[in-house]
């Protein structure tokens, strides 16, 4: 996918506009998906997102951001950007 049509990608609206708390597996993926995750989440653990992330999107990427916590991994930009390979 280039990102001239990454857009095209409805995963977020699918997941946001969803009613139900529980988002059915999606095999295969409507297009790539990279979720990055901080290392000390203490809201949602690693090993929680991880889990619910293999279930929900088996095909996606799960990447950890290292040393990251529940906010700072929103400024962590320059891991999230080797995550991203941007």
Request: hydrophobic share 45%.
């Amino acid at each position: 996918m280039t990102p001239s049509n990454a857009l095209e990608c409805t995963l977020v609206h699918d997941i946001v506009n969803n009613g139900d708390e529980h988002v059915a597996a999606m095999d295969p993926l409507p297009c790539p998906i990279t979720i990055a995750w901080a290392e000390k989440d203490s809201l949602v653990p690693l090993e929680v997102s991880e889990a619910v992330v293999r279930e929900r999107l088996p095909r996606a990427t799960f990447a950890v951001l290292p040393e990251s916590g529940t906010l700072r991994c929103l400024s962590t930009i320059l891991a999230v950007t080797r995550v991203a390979k941007v």
